[in-house]
């Protein structure tokens, strides 16, 4: 479906690090390091750890993720199918490094308009 669907937007897309926003990013690294991700810092996933993740979160349990602590309720149902969405980009575009950052696409545009109104 992923294929289907994003082929002619992804064909030739290449770059070397992806930046992961917020949200299930910030799970990610969790759940990778055991600890809560540090509140507005960005941080740096290796690619293999990052994939480790995503295979565990894919093949987890809804019961799994409902007793884990780095989980938020709102993510618990839906974690796996984001999983799957990050490894498909990952392997597409061929990227080497992950940043994370703890803030979300919607701060960064509001940013940026408040900056172009000044």
Do not use: W
Not at 11 to 17: L, P
Not at 22 to 33: I, K, R, V
Not at 77 to 90: D, F, G
Not at 99 to 105: A, E, G, H, Q, T
């Amino acid at each position: 479906y992923l294929d289907k669907a994003l082929s002619a937007f992804m064909d030739g897309i290449e770059v070397n690090t992806l930046t992961g926003t917020s949200g299930s990013f910030e799970t990610f690294y969790a759940l990778h390091n055991n600890i809560q991700y540090p509140i507005r810092e960005y941080a740096k996933m290796e690619k293999a750890d990052l994939i480790k993740t995503l295979d565990d979160i894919i093949h987890s349990t809804y019961a799994a993720r409902v007793e884990n602590k780095f989980i938020i309720p709102i993510r618990q149902r839906m974690l796996p199918i984001a999983a799957i969405k990050v490894k498909y980009i990952i392997e597409k575009i061929g990227c080497d490094q992950i940043l994370i950052s703890p803030f979300s696409l919607k701060e960064g545009i509001l940013n940026k308009c408040l900056h172009d109104v000044k």
